[in-house]
């Protein structure tokens, strides 16, 4: 079986065994096994939902420190338009950007530019649609290996365009090679990210070959640090001369549940957040309910990359802020929109490969020994209590049946089946409290 | 004919909009555990949930049964309704006799039918004025219809 790779390291030391993470993990690929966490990893989709709501703070992300970037000759940050709702009021684009330089990145990339010609290239597609299928964006990493996992037939919708991320790692790294006479393996592109999510699409791309990113650094780890530098600016209330990176609403908007597809006007566009949500309209989808959709954008998280799980202010309070910004500025701004019209026309943008499904065998090896071992599972669900209580150490009742007849655990493991169990758990739980 | 590895067999009500589709997403769990072919369990999923759709639409209420042997994937939906009186009419596409409100509901457009046998590798339709329909596919798993 392939190995995967996922955007964030469990530390078992740390592990109480709570349930809480097992319990949130929506494709069922958590385990506790002896009071310690355990990770299934062909079936981990990288939602972070794990992340979340681990109390111990045992799961980490593998998004970095800019330390670790330290060997690059030249850093340069791409920013999520997320950063920008991040601060309090009054705490400008301009302030955050010579924040994120006063931390030591040697420059932040015009982003806008990438956004706005990514933008058009879905469009364009779009437009070209002419009712044959439906067309699902490849933003967010989840929702790309969610399809990989559990709606295999899916990938072929997948719109096979570079995000506007991958892009402008491939640009910056071109344009500070050229410019600084150095190796493009010299320049660090470090995406500031609002989820973890974005670091496994970096370590280990879904459609395969080699990311232009270098690595990810969170909202939160570089937020203390590139406020107390914004708000030193704010003092003087000078504005830095630093570029004017936020120019345009649409840049901005991408990040929102306005866009991009928003801006497709007389499109069947639908724009889903959470990742409950999302399985909700796949399953409609895969049955024919729902038809004639021309453009799908999901997020796994709710609300979407606004409401990551690296973000720092609150969902509402962040999308408020970005609204405001956006009131000020054109929807295109004339620098943007010639940049875009030249990279537009010279740059190819497509996927650097096609997203395949992620093979999940099944345990037996012909179709009857399957058959035989999934009757076996329902016939052990018969036989447990349905309350789905996980101190089995599966999250639901029919997950351990399924484990079970698979031969990964035994039906003892419930409370209600195996006379041990409840004693052995209040020894690993209270153990010299009991 | 190889012998049943596998039977299931799930209730419709007639009307209940809310519940229909269930059947379908329980068949496509149970192919999908038994590791069939995404694109054969696709074509399975959609063939019930059309034939379940109608028995919504149109009848009482009906059966949806699923019969899984090393050939193939058969699925037979069997309900208690009206009945239809000329079968060649209704296999055309865009031939149908829903009701306004089922195609405010995006249903009804005469699709359903044509869809199932278009899924199928052998399909069959019969049907009873008065009592009944009885559809009948057959999905073959070495994807050679």
């Known amino acids: 079986m392939a190995e995967y790779t996922h955007g964030f390291r469990i530390e078992t030391e740390s592990c109480n065994g709570c349930l809480a993470c097992m319990r949130a993990c929506p494709t069922h690929a958590l385990r506790i096994r002896n009071g310690v966490v355990k990770l299934l990893p062909e079936l981990c989709i990288d939602c972070g939902s794990c992340l979340r709501v681990c109390p111990t703070g045992g799961i980490v992300p593998l998004t970095r420190s800019l330390a670790e970037f330290s060997g690059f000759k030249f850093r340069v940050a791409v920013v999520s338009p997320v950063l920008y709702g991040q601060f309090p009021v009054g705490v400008s684009p301009a302030h955050i950007v010579a924040g994120l330089k006063a931390l030591g990145l040697d420059a932040v990339w015009d982003y806008a530019v990438e956004i706005e010609v990514v933008r058009r290239a879905i469009a364009e597609q779009v437009q070209k649609w ?52 150095i190796r493009e393996d010299e320049i660090a592109a470090i995406y500031i990210t609002s989820c973890q999510a974005k670091t496994i699409s970096i370590l280990q791309p879904a459609e395969g070959g080699r990311s ?12 203390n640090g590139t406020l107390a530098a914004a708000r030193e600016w704010e003092l003087t209330g000078r504005e830095p001369a630093a570029e004017d990176l936020v120019r345009n609403a649409s840049m901005l908007r991408w990040s929102t549940p306005d866009g991009p597809g928003g801006t497709f006007p007389g499109r069947r566009h639908l724009y889903v957040t959470g990742i ?50 956006m009131n000020g500025l054109p929807e295109l701004d004339p620098v943007t929109q010639a940049e875009a019209d030249r990279r537009y026309r010279e740059e190819d943008l497509t996927l650097e490969g096609p997203v395949l499904p ?50 990964e655990a035994a039906q003892t493991d419930c409370v209600f089946l195996g006379k041990e169990r409840l004693g052995d758990l209040r020894e690993l739980y209270l153990g010299n409290r009991s | 004919m190889a012998d049943e590895l596998l039977r299931r067999e799930y209730h419709i009500q007639g009307r209940d909009f809310e519940r229909a589709g269930e059947s379908s997403t329980l068949i496509k769990e149970i192919l999908k555990g038994v590791g069939i072919d995404p694109t054969l369990i696709r074509r399975a999923v959609v063939i019930v949930f059309e034939a ?39 296999m055309q596409e865009g031939y149908s006799t829903a009701a306004d409100d089922m195609r405010e509901m995006g249903f009804g457009f005469g699709m359903g039918l044509p869809n199932i046998r278009r899924n199928s590798d052998l399909f069959t339709i019969s049907s009873d004025v008065g009592r009944g329909t009885t559809v009948q596919s057959s999905i073959r798993l070495d994807g050679h219809g």
Request: glycine share 10%; with cysteine.
């Open chain 1, 130 to 181: 002419e009712g044959r299928y439906l067309m699902v964006s490849v933003s967010c990493p989840v929702i790309v290996r969610l399809i990989q996992v559990a709606y295999p037939r899916m990938v072929d919708c997948l719109i096979g365009i570079q995000p506007p991320r991958e892009v402008a790692g491939r640009a910056l790294k071109r344009r500070y090679s050229r410019e600084l006479g």
């Open chain 1, 212 to 223: 232009h990113l270098d690595g990810a650094l969170g909202v939160s780890d570089i937020y």
């Open chain 1, 276 to 325: 409950t949500n999302v399985i909700r309209v796949f399953d409609d989808i895969e049955k024919g309910k729902l038809r004639n959709l021309e453009f799908l954008e999901c997020y796994a998280c709710w609300g979407g990359c606004i409401g990551g799980n690296l973000a720092v202010d609150n969902y509402y309070v962040t999308r408020n802020k970005m609204q405001h910004l």
């Open chain 1, 358 to 407: 992620r093979v999940i065998e099944p345990s037996g090896r012909d179709l009857r020994e399957r058959v035989r071992v999934m009757t076996m599972a329902e016939q052990i669900r018969a036989r447990l209590p349905g309350l789905d209580c996980g101190l089995c150490g599966a999250p639901s009742c029919t997950t351990l049946a399924g484990d079970v007849a698979a031969g």
């Open chain 2, 52 to 90: 379940e759709m109608n028995v919504v639409m149109y009848a009482e209420g009906g059966t949806v049964t699923l019969v899984l042997t090393e050939e193939e994937i058969r699925i037979e939906v069997a309900d208690r309704g009206p009945g239809i009186p000329d079968i060649e009419q209704a």
